[in-house]
T-cell receptor, first 114, second 113 residues
Framework: DTEVTQTPKHLVMGMTNKKSLKCEQH?????MYWYKQKAKKPPELMFV???????INESVPSRFSPECPNSSLLNLHLHALQPEDSALYLC?????????????FGQGTRLTVV | GESVGLHLPTLSVQEGDNSIINCAYS??????FIWYKQESGKGPQFIID?????DKRQGQRVTVLLNKTVKHLSLQIAATQPGDSAVYFC????????????FGTGTRLKVLA
């Protein structure tokens, strides 16, 4: 199994809503990532978890709150988002964040904030 | 042809021709590089990687070349097929001890029938 599974695939939410994005992998990877991708742009790193601990927060606004309940799961909690937060949110995992190895990406959640 | 500016750089090639996609990276300390393919509405898909102690690596129909002197990476696709149409990103990972995969700006490959 070399898959990273993200749910939901699409999400429309209002600016006052609270929602969560979910990500799951069963490759035994110990590093997990959240990226944000706007149209025609490269993915931009948001958060990195290593061994279930937050290792990197790329100065992401607090309306995005990551959580890593266990080594297979990664969540991104969303609250009071703005329309400019609409984007494709990608989850990725790699063996060990410090090793030289590729990151595997999920298919993403297409988020629209209205 | 190639276009730059507000739009994603685009490379158009005839089916069956070879494609060369280029990438300039910024960090001379980066020691690992990956090419990803991203189709519309999907996540990036791993194609091939190369470590900084190599200058060439070959896969099935793809070759990656690394020139550390000028911090340049290229992806060569042989006998380009319609299924190769996608956006291609290079990504760099810094020296050991960093968690970050940093993506380049991307190139759209269009395969013409």
């Amino acid at each position: 199994d070399t898959e990273v599974t993200q749910t939901p695939k699409h999400l429309v939410m209002g600016m006052t809503n609270k929602k969560s994005l979910k990500c799951e992998q069963h490759m035994g990877h110990r590093a997990m990532y959240w990226y944000k991708q706007k149209a025609k742009k490269p993915p931009e790193l948001m958060f990195v978890y290593s061994y279930e601990k937050l290792s990197i927060n790329e100065s992401v606004p607090s309306r995005f709150s990551p959580e890593c309940p266990n080594s297979s799961l990664l969540n991104l909690h969303l609250h009071a988002l703005q329309p400019e937060d609409s984007a494709l949110y990608l989850c990725a995992s790699s063996q060990d964040g410090l090793r030289v190895a590729e990151a595997f990406f999920g298919q993403g959640t297409r988020l629209t904030v209205v | 042809g190639e276009s730059v500016g507000l739009h994603l750089p685009t490379l158009s090639v005839q089916e069956g021709d070879n494609s060369i996609i280029n990438c300039a990276y910024s960090n001379s300390a980066s020691d690992y590089f990956i090419w990803y393919k991203q189709e519309s509405g999907k996540g990036p898909q791993f194609i091939i990687d190369i470590r900084s102690n190599m200058d060439k690596r070959q896969g099935q129909r793809v070759t990656v070349l690394l020139n550390k002197t000028v911090k340049h990476l290229s992806l060569q696709i042989a006998a380009t097929q319609p299924g190769d149409s996608a956006v291609y990103f290079c990504a760099e990972k810094g020296h050991s001890g960093t968690y970050k995969y940093i993506f380049g700006t991307g190139t759209r490959l269009k395969v013409l029938a």
